[in-house]
C-alpha cells in the first residue's frame, strides 16, 4: 500500500487523462452555438453556488444580526443621551377648588383657574452605568462569542455547499461517461448486427450469431436511453446546486479523474480539531453560555448609575416667544444604586438554568467532536478503498480492450465467430463503466473527507474576523 501511495497515483492521473475525454465535448448540443453554451469547470461551479445559495444568504444574514447584537451590547458600556419636549395650548385652563375658609368666605369652594394659555417643558438628560458586577462586559463577551459562531456556521454552510457542488459535478461527469460507453457499446452492437445479417445472408454466419446480435442490439437500446436520463437529469441537479436557470444550456470543461492521495491520517484528524467550523463554532457557543453563567450570578450583586439631567420650563399668554421671568430652569446630578435583598430565589433559578446550558453545549461539543472524528476515519478509509481499487479498475479496462483487439482480428480472419467478439464488446463495455464507477467514487470520498476535515481558509477567515 505504501508504495501505491507514492508512486501509483500520479500514474492513475496520467492514464485517466488519457483514457477519459473531457466531458466538454460529450456534454456539447449538436447544433447549439458555441457562444450560447456556459462551460464550467469545478471551481467555476462551486463559485456560483457560493453566490446563488439560499441557505448561505441565510447564513450570512444571521452574521449581519449577530454584529447587530455586539452593537446592541456594547451600547450598555457608553452614556445614553436623550432629549424630551412637550409644548401644549390650553384652550380651557385647568382649575383648582378651594374652600371658601381660605379667602375669609363662608362655606363652599372656590374656583381658580391656574396656568398660561401657553405651556413648554424640555429635557436633556444623561446616564451612565458606573457598576454593574460584571453584567455589561459579559453580556459585550457573550455577543462577541455568539457573533464568532454564527460565521463559523456560515463557513460550515458553505463547506456543506461546495461538497453538494462536487457531488453533482462528478455525478454529471460520470453520467456523461456513462452516456459515451452506452452509445460506444450500441453503434458497435448495432454495426455487429449489420455484419452478421450480411454474413447470414452469404451464407456464411449461422443464423443463432444473426439472433444473438441481434437480441444483443435490442438490450442495448433501455441502457442507452437509461444514459441519456440520467445524464439529463443529473445536468439539472448540477444547474440547481449553482443556482442556474434550468433553461442555460451548459456543458462541463473538466474530467473525471482519479482522486489525490490525502497526508497521514493523523495530520487530517489534527487539521480536522484545528480548524473544523463545526467545532469552532460550538466552542463559541459553550463560551455564550458561559458568559451568561455571569450574567446570571451578577443578579445577587448590586448596580451603581450616574445620571443628569437640565430641564426647562416656560408657560405665557400675550406673547409669541415667553419672557425671561416666565421661564424657569433646573439641573441635577445623582448617584443611584440597587441592592438586592431578596428577590423570591429569582437568581438562584437563573443561575441553575445557565449552569445547565453550559453543561448542555459541552456535552454539544463533545458529542459533535467524536462524530466528526467518526466521519473523518469512515472518509479517510473510503478514499484508500477507493484509490485502491482504481488500480485493478485500470488494468481490467486494459485488458477488455486488448480482448476485444484480438476477437476482432480473429473474426476477421475467421478464427472467431460474432459471438466471440460481442462477448468480448460486452466485457469492455462492463470494465470502462466500472472504471468510471471508480473513479467517480474516489472523487466522492476525497470530497466528503474535505467535508468532514473542514474548509481551513474558510475557517480561518471566520476566526479572524
Known amino acids: 500500500m505504501r508504495g501505491f501511495r507514492t508512486g501509483r497515483c500520479g500514474a492513475l492521473r496520467r492514464a485517466t487523462l488519457g483514457i477519459f475525454l473531457t466531458l466538454s465535448t460529450l456534454s456539447a448540443v449538436p447544433g447549439a452555438a458555441l457562444a450560447e453554451k456556459l462551460f464550467l469547470s469545478l471551481d467555476r461551479a462551486i463559485d456560483l453556488a457560493l453566490k446563488n445559495d439560499e441557505v448561505l444568504r441565510q447564513a450570512a444574514e444571521a452574521v449581519t444580526g449577530a454584529e447587530s447584537q455586539v452593537m446592541q451590547a456594547r451600547s450598555n458600556a457608553l452614556p445614553q443621551f436623550s432629549l424630551s419636549g412637550q409644548y401644549g395650548r390650553n384652550f380651557l385652563k385647568p382649575s383648582l377648588f378651594l374652600p371658601a375658609e381660605f379667602f375669609g368666605g363662608e362655606g363652599g369652594s372656590v374656583k381658580l383657574e391656574y396656568g398660561e394659555d401657553n405651556s413648554f417643558a424640555g429635557t436633556a438628560s444623561v446616564s451612565q452605568v458606573l457598576w454593574a458586577a460584571g453584567r455589561v462586559s459579559a453580556g459585550l463577551s457573550a455577543a462577541k462569542e455568539y457573533l464568532a459562531a454564527y460565521r463559523f456556521r456560515e463557513a460550515a454552510t458553505a463547506d456543506f455547499v461546495r461538497f453538494s457542488v462536487k457531488e453533482a459535478y462528478f455525478g454529471t461527469l460520470l453520467a456523461g461517461e ?38 444483443e442490439l435490442a438490450n442495448r ?24 436557470d434550468s433553461g442555460i444550456d451548459i456543458g462541463l470543461a473538466d474530467s473525471l479523474t482519479a482522486a489525490a492521495h490525502p497526508s ?99 456535552a454539544e461539543l463533545d458529542r459533535v467532536g467524536r462524530d466528526k472524528e467518526l466521519a473523518v476515519r469512515q472518509s479517510y478509509l473510503s478514499l484508500e478503498n477507493a484509490l485502491a481499487s482504481l488500480e485493478g479498475r485500470f488494468e481490467s479496462v486494459r485488458l477488455a480492450e486488448k480482448a476485444h483487439r484480438i476477437a476482432i482480428v480473429r473474426l476477421e480472419n475467421g478464427l472467431a465467430t460474432p459471438l466471440e467478439r460481442l462477448d468480448a464488446e460486452l466485457a469492455m463495455t462492463t470494465a470502462r463503466a466500472q472504471l468510471a464507477e471508480a473513479l467517480y467514487g474516489s472523487r466522492i470520498a476525497e470530497a466528503s473527507l474535505e467535508l468532514s476535515v473542514g474548509n481551513t481558509n474558510a475557517g480561518a477567515a471566520a476566526g479572524d474576523r
Open 178 to 215: 456513462l452516456l459515451r460507453i452506452e452509445s460506444k457499446a450500441s453503434e458497435a452492437a448495432e454495426e455487429a448486427s449489420r455484419i452478421a445479417r450480411a454474413g447470414f445472408d452469404q451464407g456464411v454466419v449461422s443464423e443463432f450469431d444473426r439472433l444473438r446480435a441481434e437480441v
Open 221 to 244: 437500446k433501455a441502457p442507452l436511453i437509461k444514459a441519456e436520463n440520467d445524464f439529463d437529469q443529473a445536468l439539472m441537479v448540477l444547474k440547481r446546486r449553482c443556482g442556474l
Open 264 to 362: 497521514g491520517l493523523d495530520s487530517v484528524l489534527g487539521l480536522m480539531r484545528a480548524r473544523s467550523p463545526e467545532i469552532k463554532a460550538l466552542e463559541h457557543a459553550v463560551g455564550a453560555q458561559r458568559q451568561f453563567l455571569r450574567i446570571a450570578k451578577a443578579e445577587r450583586y448590586p448596580m451603581l448609575n450616574l445620571t443628569g439631567y437640565y430641564a426647562v420650563q416656560a408657560e405665557w399668554s400675550n406673547q409669541f416667544t415667553p419672557s425671561d421671568d416666565l421661564i424657569a430652569k433646573s439641573a441635577a446630578v445623582q448617584i443611584g444604586f440597587q441592592i438586592p435583598i431578596f428577590d423570591g430565589l429569582s437568581a438562584k433559578g437563573k443561575i441553575g438554568k445557565a449552569k445547565a446550558d453550559v453543561r448542555t453545549a459541552e
